[in-house]
């Protein structure tokens, strides 16, 4: 992979993290648009970076929601702002534990798997349809409520499979306010992703023989576009994703899946 590919990889990551339009499934089709034959590893290893950067990006557009949850964790007052930190980290456990036991597994839908790309998009679009015809959206999001999303999010690991369309769309049919959902949603994949790359500097370290081919300037270059377009879009999308229809999004994650799906026929 070169710089213009991390670039455009950068500025797809960027965008399309917080539309509920499956981000790592963008990055996969523009791997394989650009006909970069990259490995479940190496593949699986930029995507992270990406989402690391994004994940930056949000820290600093939510910072005074973040200064919350932390002073909430250490003062351990039962107040809203630790009720709220316990919230989000209940919502972590789901996708935690799927991504610590069955790492290997998750990493083998990455990497080139086009039409498995295409089928999740569909399933987005019509979770984004359904979930566009919910009523009485007007609750909190309580301890139980965090559980179920942080369940969406887990699934959401996969490849095509939109983290903030399922996490806003499983809020949204469980009653919870748009704004409300939007906002949980865009904190609860921040502690995820600081644990995922802490984890793999982790195994860098101790296996740095395995890395040797990584081309770091590569990825730090798709790092910094992916946080620089990501605090951009990050206040336009938070807007766009609390008026907007969600059925726009599915029509487009629709469109893309079919268009995903029937080009696995013809690029070779």
């Given at each position: 992979m070169?710089?213009?590919?991390?670039?455009?990889?950068?500025?797809?990551?960027?965008?399309?993290?917080?539309?509920?339009?499956?981000?790592?499934?963008?990055i996969?089709?523009?791997?394989?648009?650009?006909?970069?034959?990259?490995?479940?590893?190496?593949?699986?290893?930029?995507?992270?970076?990406?989402?690391?950067?994004?994940?930056?990006?949000?820290?600093?557009?939510?910072?005074?929601?973040v200064?919350?949850?932390?002073?909430?964790?250490?003062?351990?007052?039962?107040?809203?702002?630790?009720?709220?930190?316990?919230k989000?980290i209940?919502?972590?456990v789901?996708?935690?534990?799927?991504g610590?036991?069955?790492?290997?597994?998750?990493?083998?839908?990455f990497?080139?798997?086009?039409v498995?790309?295409?089928?999740?998009l569909?399933?987005?679009?019509?979770?984004?349809?359904?979930?566009d015809?919910?009523?009485?959206?007007?609750?909190?999001?309580?301890?139980?409520n965090a559980?179920?999303?942080?369940?969406?999010?887990?699934?959401?690991?996969?490849?095509?499979?939109?983290?903030?369309?399922?996490?806003?769309s499983?809020?949204?049919?469980l009653?919870?306010?748009?704004?409300?959902?939007?906002?949980?949603?865009?904190?609860?994949?921040?502690p995820?992703?600081?644990?995922?790359?802490?984890?793999?500097?982790?195994?860098?370290?101790?296996?740095?023989n395995?890395?040797?081919d990584?081309?770091?300037?590569?990825?730090?270059?798709?790092?910094?576009?992916?946080?620089?377009?990501?605090?951009?879009?990050?206040?336009?999308?938070?807007?766009?994703?609390?008026?907007?229809?969600?059925?726009?999004?599915?029509?487009?994650?629709?469109?893309?899946?079919?268009?995903?799906i029937?080009?696995?026929?013809?690029?070779?």
């Amino acid at each position: 992979m070169g710089i213009l590919e991390a670039i455009i990889l950068g500025i797809v990551q960027g965008l399309t993290e917080f539309l509920p339009v499956s981000s790592s499934g963008h990055i996969e089709l523009a791997n394989y648009l650009m006909n970069e034959n990259l490995d479940q590893d190496e593949s699986l290893l930029m995507t992270t970076v990406l989402h690391f950067a994004t994940a930056t990006s949000t820290i600093i557009i939510f910072r005074k929601e973040v200064g919350e949850i932390l002073k909430g964790l250490l003062k351990f007052k039962w107040n809203d702002e630790l009720k709220f930190s316990l919230k989000i980290i209940v919502s972590m456990v789901p996708a935690a534990l799927v991504g610590v036991l069955l790492e290997d597994e998750i990493a083998s839908f990455f990497g080139g798997q086009i039409v498995f790309v295409g089928f999740m998009l569909l399933l987005t679009g019509a979770l984004l349809f359904l979930a566009d015809r919910a009523k009485n959206t007007s609750k909190d999001v309580g301890f139980l409520n965090a559980f179920w999303i942080g369940v969406s999010q887990m699934i959401a690991i996969l490849p095509g499979i939109s983290r903030s369309g399922a996490t806003i769309s499983t809020s949204v049919l469980l009653g919870i306010d748009r704004e409300r959902a939007a906002r949980f949603s865009f904190l609860m994949v921040v502690p995820l992703i600081f644990g995922k790359m802490a984890k793999d500097i982790l195994e860098i370290l101790q296996n740095p023989n395995q890395y040797l081919d990584t081309d770091y300037t590569v990825l730090g270059v798709g790092f910094i576009f992916s946080f620089v377009t990501g605090l951009f879009a990050c206040t336009w999308m938070i807007s766009l994703v609390k008026k907007a229809k969600l059925s726009y999004f599915a029509i487009y994650c629709l469109i893309v899946g079919i268009i995903a799906i029937s080009s696995s026929f013809f690029i070779q």
